[in-house]
């Protein structure tokens, strides 16, 4: 499709997409995060507002702009995250989970800086809930419901127990040990796994024109089922 001419076809849908890394607390000046830039989630929710939805950027921190015209709802932990996407769900028609959610929190959060007192510290963390997981299980018939994953090995099966387990109906998979994919980089090399069984291997774009083809895909998807 040409530059000049983006089609209108998310219009007068609701896209709520979910973006960056979370951070989770250890004390008042540390946290656990993880290696995620923010820009794929961005890419959509821009690409998003340019065929025409109303998109909710859920996002913890990054060091991008917010797209005009996106409602930004700004969080930092997955719990947080968790919260805010669970209270806007229902009203959504397409749920885009690009953020990188720790798995993971430190189960005590520290009142104070946490001191240098021996050799070792050993950190205790407790598991966050997984917000995929319960979108799935609460998916109506008229939502379509992506996740992405970030796999080192055995990407196909780790995809495909993924698309199944949280009752997706499209996952964005990526191998982040090869160059030009995965975090922090303004490309990516993809696998797009289908509820069908359909998996498409898309060359290595940048993370904008990926965003589109992920709305393609989208847009096929409900055309076929709505
Ligand atoms: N995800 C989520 N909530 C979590 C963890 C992950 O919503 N607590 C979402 C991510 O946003 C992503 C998808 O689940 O869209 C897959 O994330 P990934 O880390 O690849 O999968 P996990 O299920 O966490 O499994 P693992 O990290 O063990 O591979
Ligand atoms: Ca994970």
């Known amino acids: 499709k040409g530059l000049f001419s983006l089609p209108d076809d998310l219009g007068g849908l609701k896209v709520l997409v979910t973006a960056g890394g979370t951070r989770e607390p250890l004390d008042p000046v540390r946290y656990i995060s993880n290696r995620s830039s923010g820009k794929m989630g961005y890419a959509l929710a821009a690409a998003a507002i340019q065929r025409g939805a109303v998109v909710t950027l859920v996002s913890a921190p990054t060091s991008l702009d917010p797209p005009a015209g996106v409602e930004l709802v700004s969080v930092e932990t997955a719990r947080q995250m968790y919260e805010a996407v669970m209270e806007r769900f229902s009203t959504q028609d397409v749920v885009i989970k690009a ?13 104070q800086k946490i001191k240098k007192t021996g050799e070792t510290l050993i950190l205790e963390l407790e598991i966050n809930p997984d917000i995929l997981y319960e979108l799935g299980q609460r998916k109506e018939p008229h939502q379509t419901l992506v996740g992405f994953a970030a796999e080192t090995e055995d990407l196909e099966a780790n995809a495909l127990q993924k698309l199944r387990k949280k009752n997706l109906d499209l996952l964005v998979a990526n191998d982040v040990t090869q160059p030009g994919a995965g975090f922090g980089t303004d490309t990516n090399i993809v696998k797009l796994f289908y509820r069908d069984g359909r998996v498409q291997s898309l060359p290595v774009m940048d993370k904008k024109t990926l965003a589109h083809r992920i709305l393609d895909a989208v847009v096929e998807l409900r055309s076929q089922t709505h």
Do not use: M, Q
Request: glycine share 8%; proline share 8%.
């Open 99 to 111: 953020a990188a959610v720790a798995d993971y929190r430190p189960k005590i959060v520290a009142g």
